[in-house]
Nanobody, 118 residues
Framework: QVQLVESGGGLVQAGGSLRLSCAAS????????MGWYRQAPGKQRDLVAT???????NYADSVKGRFTISRDNGWNTVYLQMNSLKPEDTAVYYC????????????WGQGTPVTVSS
């Protein structure tokens, strides 16, 4: 089992920045990739960014060039640096982890809300 706890969400003005953190605990040695997803009110949960054990990253087109996913060694913490935030980035952001490199994520955090005001 892997436990994930997100932090760093909040209210920010458009154009501002936030850094989300995801602290992983438990059997973190089984993790192959981690990622951030987001769910806006009334919408489905969408991929934001993922990072693999080799450091390979993947981003949604809507955040490329503005968001950066990173991690420390050993999967203890994964970060999402969000710059040039837009009102449409408003959502609950979820951290996720997976034992595999493809397919649905196995573990999810509780989410941290991000609100971007115009």
């Amino acid at each position: 089992q892997v436990q994930l706890v997100e932090s760093g969400g909040g209210l920010v003005q458009a154009g501002g920045s936030l850094r989300l953190s995801c602290a992983a605990s438990g059997s973190i040695s089984i993790i192959s990739r981690m990622g951030w997803y987001r769910q806006a009110p009334g919408k489905q949960r969408d991929l934001v960014a993922t990072i693999t054990s080799s450091g390979r990253t993947n981003y949604a087109d809507s955040v490329k060039g503005r968001f950066t996913i990173s991690r420390d060694n050993g999967w203890n913490t994964v970060y999402l640096q969000m710059n040039s935030l837009k009102p449409e980035d408003t959502a609950v952001y979820y951290c996720a982890a997976d034992r595999h490199f493809i397919g649905p994520m196995d573990y999810w955090g509780q989410g941290t809300p991000v609100t971007v005001s115009s």
